[in-house]
C-alpha cells in the first residue's frame, strides 16, 4: 500500500479537502487499492484517530480535522463495474466518472448529486439528490448493498436482503452519513438500475438585481416554493423536472434560475415553460445569460435539448468556484416542506441585499426535492425528510483567512434570523425539516447557535436516530470511527 508521509511531496494535497479552512496534521495518509489493504489500515491504527476521505467535498472539518493521527484516502479503489446482476460502485469514485461509466458501459446511472468532482463513498452514505431525484428518487432509494470494513478489520457485505444488526447497517448506510459505522470500500447497486433521460430540455436564465425590489424578490423566492409546492407529489405533472434558484446577494449583479427535464416526460417543454414563468414571471429577462456560482452559460437562455450525459457534464463542471484552490466556505442548509412565510421571504431580502457585504458569491441556493423522493416511508431508509418540496443551502465563497469571520457571520447571523423562531434552526415544523446530514454545519451542536434545545442529531435524522444509535452500538460499539457529527452509541 501507499503510505505517505509528512515529508512526500503528495502530503499537502492529501490532507485538506476543497473547503482551506480545514487541514489535518497526520502521521501518514494511506492509500490503499484494495479491500484487503483498508482493513490492514483499520487494524493497524487500533487507538489511534483514523479519518476517512473519498472526495474530500466535506463541509465541515469531518476528514481533515487538526486531531486525526492518519487518514484513509480511498481514491484508488474507484472501479465501476457490473457482474451477476449486480453493479459495484468503489467508495473512491467521483460522480462524474461514476455517471460515465454506468452509462457508457450500460446504459443506466444513480439519481446523484450534481458537482462532478463529489466522492461516492461521503456521498451516498448521505443520502445523495441530484437533478434526477425528482423523477428517481435518491441515490440510497436504489442501494442494494454496501462492503464494510469495521472498526476490528473484518470486512462484512451487508444487504437489504440482510436480517438483524446486519440490517441495521446496511440501513444506517442509506443516508446516516460518513465516518461513522467503517469503511464503506464498494457500494452495490441491482440491475435493473435508474434509465437517464436519453436527452433532456436545460434552461439557464438570470434577472439583474436592478429589476429585483423587495417585491419582485419575494415572488420570485415565493414562486419557486409555490411551484414545487404544487409539484411535490411522486405522479405530479412536473415530477421529471428540477431546478436550481441561485439566489446570490446583490453585489454579485444577478440571480440565477438553471432547470432541468426529461425531454421525453410528457408536455416536457410545456411544463419547463410553465415552470420558469411560475418562478420568474415577468422577470423573464431572455436575453441575459445566467451567471453565478455556475458561472456563465451562454446559450442557454432559451432551452435547449441536450444528450443527457452532455447536460450532465456540462452542469457538473460549470462552477468556477470550486476550482479555486485558496477556497473556502462557509454552508447551512434546511429542508422546506411548504411555501415560505412572509417574513423569511422578508429576512432574505433583508440579508441578500446588505448593504456592507461586498462578496459577491454570498448566496441562498433552493434545490428541488419532492417528486419521487416523497413516494418513500421515512423508515425504509435513514433519509427522514421525505415530505419536503425544496432544500435550502446558505453559503459563502472566499479565498483568504482574513474574510473568515466576515463571511461566517453572515451566514450564520442570515440563518440565525430565517429561523429566529426555532432556536435559530430549522426545528422540523410546519414550514421547514431540519437540516441535510451531507451538508452539515457544526454549528448545529453548539449551544450559542442551536438554541432550540432540539439536538443536532435529531435536526439531521429526525426518528430514525434511534436506529443508527443501534447500529453503532452493534458494529462500533467503542466509537473508533468518529468525527464532531458522527452517530454516537446508545
Ligand atoms: C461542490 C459541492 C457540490 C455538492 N453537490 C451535492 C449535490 O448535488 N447533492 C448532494 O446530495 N450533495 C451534494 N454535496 C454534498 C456532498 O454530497 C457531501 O459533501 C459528501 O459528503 C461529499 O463526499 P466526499 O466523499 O466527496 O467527501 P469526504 O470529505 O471525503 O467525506 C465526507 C464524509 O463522509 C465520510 N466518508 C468518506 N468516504 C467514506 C467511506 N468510504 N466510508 C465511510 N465514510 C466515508 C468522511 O469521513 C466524512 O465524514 C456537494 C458538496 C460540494 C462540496
Known amino acids: 500500500?501507499?503510505?505517505?508521509?509528512?515529508?512526500?511531496?503528495?502530503?499537502?494535497d492529501l490532507t485538506a479537502g476543497i473547503n482551506q479552512r480545514y487541514a489535518a496534521k497526520p502521521s501518514a495518509v494511506h492509500l490503499p487499492r484494495t479491500t484487503a489493504e483498508v482493513a490492514s489500515a483499520v487494524s493497524a491504527a487500533a487507538g489511534r484517530r483514523l479519518s476517512i476521505r473519498s472526495g474530500g467535498h466535506c463541509f465541515e472539518d469531518f476528514v481533515h480535522h487538526e486531531g486525526v493521527d492518519e487518514i484513509l484516502d480511498l481514491t484508488a479503489l474507484s472501479e465501476v463495474n457490473f457482474s451477476d446482476g449486480v453493479f459495484s460502485v468503489g467508495a473512491g469514485a467521483r460522480?462524474?466518472?461514476?455517471?460515465?461509466?454506468?452509462?457508457?458501459?450500460?446504459?443506466?446511472?444513480?439519481?446523484g448529486g450534481i458537482c462532478y468532482s463529489v466522492g461516492a463513498g461521503g456521498h451516498i452514505t448521505g443520502g445523495g439528490y441530484g437533478l434526477l431525484s425528482r423523477r428517481d428518487g435518491l441515490t440510497v432509494d436504489h442501494l442494494y448493498g454496501v462492503e464494510v470494513v469495521l472498526a476490528d478489520g473484518r470486512t462484512v457485505v451487508v444487504t437489504r436482503d440482510s436480517a438483524g444488526a446486519e440490517a441495521d447497517l446496511f440501513w444506517a448506510h442509506t443516508g446516516g452519513g460518513g465516518g461513522s459505522f467503517g469503511v464503506v470500500t464498494r457500494f452495490l447497486f441491482e440491475a435493473p438500475l435508474v434509465t437517464p433521460p436519453s436527452e433532456v430540455l436545460v434552461a439557464a436564465l438570470s434577472v439583474p438585481w436592478t429589476h429585483l425590489d423587495?417585491?419582485?424578490?419575494?415572488?420570485?423566492?415565493?414562486?419557486?416554493?409555490?411551484?414545487?409546492?404544487?409539484?411535490?407529489?411522486?405522479?405530479?405533472?412536473?415530477?421529471?423536472?428540477?431546478?436550481?434558484?441561485?439566489?446570490?446577494?446583490?453585489?454579485?449583479g444577478t440571480v440565477g434560475l438553471v432547470a432541468q427535464i426529461?425531454?421525453?416526460?410528457?408536455?416536457?417543454?410545456?411544463?419547463?415553460?410553465?415552470?420558469l414563468s411560475a418562478v420568474l414571471g415577468d422577470l423573464v429577462t431572455r436575453e441575459f445569460a445566467a451567471a453565478g456560482e455556475f458561472g456563465p452559460m451562454p446559450g442557454l437562455s432559451r432551452p435547449r435539448r441536450l444528450p443527457w450525459l452532455r447536460a450532465t457534464r456540462f452542469l457538473g463542471t460549470n462552477t468556477p468556484v470550486l476550482n479555486d484552490p485558496t477556497l473556502r466556505a462557509e454552508h447551512k442548509s434546511a429542508y422546506v416542506r411548504s411555501t415560505l412565510p412572509e417574513s423569511q421571504l422578508r429576512t432574505a431580502y433583508e440579508f441578500l441585499t446588505r448593504p456592507d457585504v461586498t462578496n459577491p458569491n454570498t448566496m441562498l441556493?433552493?434545490?428541488?426535492?419532492?417528486?419521487?423522493?416523497?413516494?418513500?416511508?421515512?423508515?425504509?431508509?435513514?433519509?427522514?425528510?421525505?415530505?419536503?418540496?425544496?432544500?435550502?443551502?446558505?453559503?459563502?465563497?472566499?479565498?483568504?483567512?482574513d474574510a473568515d469571520a466576515g463571511n461566517i457571520a453572515w451566514v450564520r447571523d442570515f440563518y440565525r434570523s430565517m429561523y429566529a423562531e426555532t432556536g435559530g434552526v430549522p426545528v422540523p415544523g410546519e414550514v421547514v425539516d431540519g437540516c441535510y446530514v451531507n451538508y452539515p454545519d457544526a454549528?448545529?451542536?453548539?449551544?450559542?447557535?442551536?438554541?432550540?434545545?432540539?439536538?443536532?442529531?435529531?435536526?439531521?435524522f429526525k426518528q430514525n436516530y434511534a436506529r443508527l444509535q443501534r447500529a453503532k452500538s452493534a458494529w462500533d460499539p467503542r466509537d473508533f470511527f468518529h468525527h464532531r457529527q458522527s452517530i454516537r452509541p446508545a
Not at 409555490?226 to 431546478?243: M, N, Q, T, V, Y
Not at 426529461?262 to 415552470?275: K, M
Not at 454549528?443 to 439531521?460: E, M, R
Request: aromatic fraction near 12%; proline fraction near 7%; hydrophobic fraction near 40%.
Open 95 to 111: 460522480l462524474h466518472d461514476v455517471y460515465e461509466k454506468l452509462y457508457l458501459g450500460w446504459g443506466v446511472t444513480i439519481p
Open 365 to 401: 441556493v433552493a434545490f428541488s426535492y419532492g417528486g419521487a423522493i416523497s413516494a418513500v416511508d421515512p423508515a425504509v431508509t435513514a433519509v427522514a425528510q421525505r415530505d419536503s418540496t425544496f432544500k435550502l443551502l446558505y453559503q459563502a465563497f472566499w479565498s483568504t483567512v
Open 262 to 275: 426529461d425531454a421525453a416526460a410528457p408536455h416536457a417543454a410545456r411544463v419547463l415553460d410553465e415552470h
Open 1 to 12: 500500500m501507499n503510505v505517505i508521509g509528512p515529508d512526500d511531496p503528495r502530503y499537502a
Open 443 to 460: 454549528d448545529l451542536s453548539d449551544p450559542v447557535w442551536n438554541t432550540s434545545g432540539v439536538p443536532w442529531h435529531d435536526l439531521y
Open 214 to 252: 423587495e417585491r419582485a424578490f419575494a415572488r420570485l423566492l415565493g414562486g419557486y416554493a409555490r411551484w414545487h409546492h404544487k409539484h411535490r407529489a411522486p405522479d405530479a405533472p412536473g415530477r421529471a423536472l428540477s431546478s436550481l434558484l441561485m439566489l446570490n446577494h446583490r453585489c454579485n
